[in-house]
């Protein structure tokens, strides 16, 4: 089975001789080499999402390219076990896109894709079954959006539609269940400078709850669904003058309730831990003081049970950070290019050998493949 993260994060193993030791773990390691690029070109792609696109049961990956300046986005399909030597473009138009989130939109059992764009017309488009997308509507305003979420916020049994917008209003788009999106429905407020969403039931009462991850001095927060989709509720996540870009909901230390795990430029990186309630127990760091992180993801990246966070860095080197099952990460196994800027990453199982890989979206370099692989194991 294919072991795929919504949103992106870092792995890191925390003391290899005693917690290797204490779980007997493979500790891996993620190599890339030119055989693992998307393409040749440095294009300036802001994310990457992996999904079944043409139905043969292997991921393939969505680039989206061009950010404020407009390009093609890419569809790459695997021809099995990790050999991308299909590529098609997304539509016609180059755009200025932040975001190609693939999920079931029109409700036929395929996976289709929402395009968010800065500045430019946001549109679905829809698959055939293999792989080819026709331009479905356009959903919501022109905005300098900078990334999508899709999930279902009304609990309607059908996939809807955050933007993350960085100069006006967060909007949520419900669907008609055909593919078809309301009027917006504004969440937040228009100074959030909102970068990134999570979608996660914090309160633990049914109800999906927002996480927002800000920029410019707004402060990242927590909004709590009042049953009605309504997010009036707001709680601060940490200082307000912290410039975060990744949030992931996630259960690292095992006690049924979610934390939540920032991302963060010029500061560490943070995981609150949840009560299960309204509010966070406590509070952990990781990662680099001078960081420069803006993306994220969360996984299962030594087959441990336990999830791992995967981080993307700007001009540093990637990072991965292993949870010793009580949501304590290690000191980072680091990875890639320390001149790449990494804007975006996908995790999920794309040669189909068991293990969680990582695929990177940079910006102004190739977008590569790292493959998990095995590197040690320790005796209990």
Same mark, same amino acid.
């Given at each position: 089975?294919?072991?795929?993260?919504?949103?992106?994060?870092?792995?890191?193993?925390?003391?290899?001789?005693?917690?290797?030791?204490?779980?007997?773990?493979?500790?891996?390691?993620?190599?890339?080499?030119?055989?693992?690029?998307?393409?040749?070109?440095?294009?300036?792609?802001?994310?990457?999402?992996?999904?079944?696109?043409? !139905?043969?049961?292997?991921?393939?990956?969505?680039?989206?390219?061009?950010?404020?300046?407009?390009?093609?986005?890419?569809?790459?399909?695997?021809?099995?076990?990790?050999?991308?030597?299909?590529?098609?473009?997304?539509?016609?138009?180059?755009?200025?896109?932040?975001?190609?989130?693939?999920?079931?939109?029109?409700?036929?059992?395929?996976?289709?894709?929402?395009?968010?764009?800065?500045?430019?017309?946001?549109?679905?488009?829809?698959?055939?079954?293999?792989?080819?997308?026709?331009?479905?509507?356009?959903?919501?305003?022109?905005? !300098?959006?900078?990334?999508?979420?899709?999930?279902?916020?009304?609990?309607?049994?059908?996939?809807?539609?955050?933007?993350?917008?960085?100069?006006?209003?967060?909007?949520?788009?419900?669907?008609?269940?055909?593919?078809?999106?309301?009027?917006?429905?504004?969440?937040?407020?228009?100074?959030?400078?909102?970068?990134?969403?999570?979608?996660?039931?914090?309160?633990?009462?049914?109800?999906?709850?927002?996480?927002?991850?800000?920029?410019?001095? !707004?402060?990242?927060?927590?909004?709590?669904?009042?049953?009605?989709?309504?997010?009036?509720?707001?709680?601060?996540?940490?200082?307000?003058?912290?410039?975060?870009?990744?949030?992931?909901?996630?259960?690292?230390?095992?006690?049924?309730?979610?934390?939540?795990?920032?991302?963060?430029?010029?500061?560490?990186?943070?995981?609150?831990?949840?009560?299960?309630?309204?509010?966070?127990?406590?509070? !952990?760091?990781?990662?680099?003081?001078?960081?420069?992180?803006?993306?994220?993801?969360?996984?299962?990246?030594?087959?441990?049970?336990?999830?791992?966070?995967?981080?993307?860095?700007?001009?540093?080197?990637?990072?991965?950070?292993?949870?010793?099952?009580?949501?304590?990460?290690?000191?980072?196994?680091?990875?890639?290019?320390?001149?790449?800027?990494?804007?975006?990453?996908?995790?999920?199982?794309?040669?189909?050998?068991?293990?969680?890989?990582?695929?990177?979206?940079?910006?102004?370099?190739?977008?590569?493949?790292?493959?998990?692989?095995?590197?040690?194991?320790?005796?209990?």
């Amino acid at each position: 089975m294919h072991r795929i993260s919504l949103n992106i994060l870092l792995l890191v193993f925390l003391n290899p001789l005693i917690t290797d030791a204490v779980r007997g773990v493979q500790m891996p390691t993620f190599p890339t080499n030119g055989r693992l690029t998307l393409g040749p070109e440095g294009m300036l792609t802001a994310s990457v999402h992996l999904a079944d696109l043409d !139905s043969d049961h292997d991921l393939d990956i969505i680039v989206a390219n061009g950010r404020h300046w407009p390009q093609r986005n890419q569809l790459f399909l695997n021809q099995t076990r990790n050999r991308f030597t299909v590529q098609r473009p997304l539509g016609s138009d180059a755009t200025t896109t932040y975001a190609t989130v693939p999920a079931d939109l029109d409700g036929d059992g395929d996976i289709d894709i929402a395009v968010g764009n800065d500045m430019a017309p946001n549109r679905v488009f829809f698959n055939d079954g293999k792989g080819r997308f026709a331009p479905g509507g356009i959903f919501g305003e022109t905005a !300098s959006n900078r990334n999508l979420t899709l999930a279902d916020i009304d609990r309607d049994n059908d996939i809807d539609i955050l933007t993350a917008c960085r100069g006006g209003h967060n909007m949520i788009y419900l669907n008609n269940g055909k593919g078809s999106f309301s009027e917006g429905i504004p969440y937040g407020t228009g100074d959030d400078s909102t970068i990134n969403v999570a979608v996660g039931d914090f309160n633990r009462d049914g109800h999906p709850d927002l996480a927002l991850a800000n920029r410019g001095g !707004s402060g990242s927060c927590l909004l709590i669904n009042d049953g009605f989709t309504r997010f009036e509720s707001r709680i601060q996540i940490g200082n307000p003058q912290t410039q975060t870009r990744g949030i992931a909901f996630a259960d690292l230390n095992q006690d049924g309730n979610l934390d939540l795990v920032t991302a963060n430029i010029g500061a560490e990186n943070r995981v609150f831990f949840g009560d299960g309630n309204t509010a966070f127990r406590s509070v !952990s760091s990781f990662g680099r003081a001078d960081g420069k992180s803006y993306a994220l993801g969360v996984a299962d990246m030594n087959n441990d049970q336990q999830p791992d966070v995967v981080i993307g860095n700007m001009q540093q080197l990637n990072s991965v950070f292993f949870n010793d099952g009580s949501g304590t990460l290690s000191e980072p196994i680091n990875f890639g290019d320390p001149s790449e800027m990494t804007y975006g990453v996908a995790l999920g199982d794309v040669n189909d050998d068991g293990r969680v890989d990582i695929i990177v979206a940079n910006s102004g370099s190739p977008n590569r493949i790292h493959l998990n692989q095995k590197n040690r194991k320790t005796k209990n």
